[in-house]
């Protein structure tokens, strides 16, 4: 079955700090599909990034990369020099294909992150 | 707006009462999918459609909850005889594509409060 786990429930850094959130997840597919989803104060979730199960490649936007491990099954998400707008709900998802047709998508339960001046 | 947009905002409902809650998807997505999301947790998967077909229902809680989507655009997510567990937000996300690597759009959400 798919599992997602945020094990961090909140971080609270300083300004200009780095900052990791972790993300653990589990499947039985060899085809899946994870993203990371930023909800900011207003609430509405924001697509921040998506990587496939095939492709390993850690990626760098920014401030924001990602590392993907298949070994420990994680996909991880760093903040480098953290700022307060960055204070935000973060979610890590899980996307397979249903044998119904389409696909569905596992939320975690969510990292709460606060960003202090 | 180009967004997703859903309404009403808020809602308030005794318990027992039947509530309607409305999502327009960006023009054009295909897929469209319903969420609760309980205060501190993610969102968790409701039901989901391509076009006007319902292809996943499995996260509805009970038979009280229902969803379509009729002319693949506009989907209405009904809740009746509404109890105190439902009190949630209800997110609706929409994606251009049929699959799973199409990031979804998500609206506002509908914060539903049962009394």
Known sequence: AQKVTQAQTEISVVEKEDVTLDCVYETRDTTYYLFWYKQPPSGELVFLIRRNSFDEQNEI????????????????FTITASQVVDS????????EARHTGGFKTIFG??????VKA | GAGV??????????????????????????????????LGQGPEFLTYFQNEAQL??????????????????????KIQRTQQEDSAVYLCASSLGLAGYNEQFFGPGTRLTVL
């Open chain 2, 5 to 38: 947009s859903q309404s009403p905002r808020y809602k308030v409902a005794k318990r027992g009462q039947d509530v309607a809650l409305r999502c327009d998807p960006i023009s054009g997505h295909v897929s469209l999918f319903w969420y609760q999301q309980a």
């Open chain 2, 56 to 77: 996943d229902k499995s996260g509805l809680p009970s038979d009280r909850f229902f969803a379509e989507r009729p002319e693949g655009s506009v989907s209405t997510l």
């Open chain 1, 109 to 114: 339960a969510g990292t709460r992150l606060f």
């Open chain 1, 88 to 95: 935000a709900v973060y979610f890590c998802a899980l996307s």
């Open chain 1, 61 to 76: 936007s920014g401030r924001y990369s990602w590392n993907f491990q298949k070994s420990t099954s994680s996909f991880n």
